[in-house]
């Protein structure tokens, strides 16, 4: 468990700070940071930062009880595993011309890792425990 206990909580950070960040001074994050085109309104991306947040506050809530709610941990799986696809696809694909991929290649390998770490948490934990 503790494999799955340190994913969960170092994604949760990473996922508070760059929740906060989008949702507090997205411009600088997304256009001045990673030199994304200027979005005519960034309402919609404050709101993804606050979800961004509040995942993270239920990956630590998760990572705290732990014992009885490891299963849970498969939500984060597949909320991870998305958002690792949906970077890369959009990297490969989805740019408007001129915009750099970094930002979504970075996500991407982030999202990967976390996603690879969740999962042999989860396996680890699954021999651990007894089944439900």
Known sequence: MDLLKRVLLIEAG?????????TVVPG??????????PLPDQGYVRIAGIF????????VLVARRLADLW????????????SAIVACLNALFGLPD???PLLWWLFALAS???TAGLLAGLAKTGTERPPL
Do not use: Q
């Open 112 to 114: 990967t890792a976390f």
């Open 98 to 100: 001129g915009a750099s």
């Open 71 to 82: 299963w849970f941990a498969w939500a984060f799986v597949i909320a991870t595993a998305g």
């Open 52 to 59: 961004s947040f509040s995942l993270s506050l239920l990956m």
């Open 28 to 37: 600088f994050v997304l256009v001045t940071m990673f030199d994304l085109p």
């Open 14 to 22: 990473v996922w508070a700070v760059c929740g906060l960040a989008i």
